[in-house]
């Protein structure tokens, strides 16, 4: 398979969210895509960034944010620490900051814990975290 490109924000945004003007385009691009067996590429920062602006800005609920997150895996993408990213979404889920969630497990997948912070609420009694302060 050969990578098509790199996805931006705005262009996941519009095809979920399902934008009157750009959803079409996106999806023509999904399809295009799959009949040629390729692939985008989503970074991490743009993961991050959907959850902060779905949650944030429009005022999405976590678990449906969480849904849309989840939903990346129906068009043909590929996820940066796509197992970083869905296991930060239950933690994101049970209240945790997506961001704060990412850091966490990242820290415990490449074995570089425990996480320093002064973090009280998102990492209090977290097992790899310590408090500092």
């Given amino acids: 398979m050969r990578c098509k490109g ?4 705005n262009v996941i945004l519009r095809y979920f969210l399902q934008d009157k003007d750009q959803s079409e385009a996106v999806e023509e691009l999904f399809r295009s895509a799959r ?5 985008f590429y989503i970074p991490l920062t743009v993961v991050l960034e959907l959850v902060f602006v779905l949650h944030r800005t429009y005022r999405m609920e976590k678990e449906a944010v969480a849904d849309i997150i989840r939903s990346l895996k129906t068009i043909p993408a590929r996820i940066e620490k796509e197992s970083i990213v869905f296991k930060a979404l239950e933690l994101f889920i049970r209240g945790m900051k997506f961001s704060d969630a990412v850091i ?5 997948e490449e074995g570089a814990t425990p996480v320093y912070t002064s973090d009280r ?3 209090k009694g977290k097992p790899h975290a310590v408090l500092l302060g």
């Fill in 6 to 9: 790199t996805l931006d924000t």
């Fill in 35 to 39: 009949k040629e067996g390729s692939y």
């Fill in 104 to 108: 966490y497990v990242q820290a415990i």
């Fill in 121 to 123: 609420e998102d990492f």
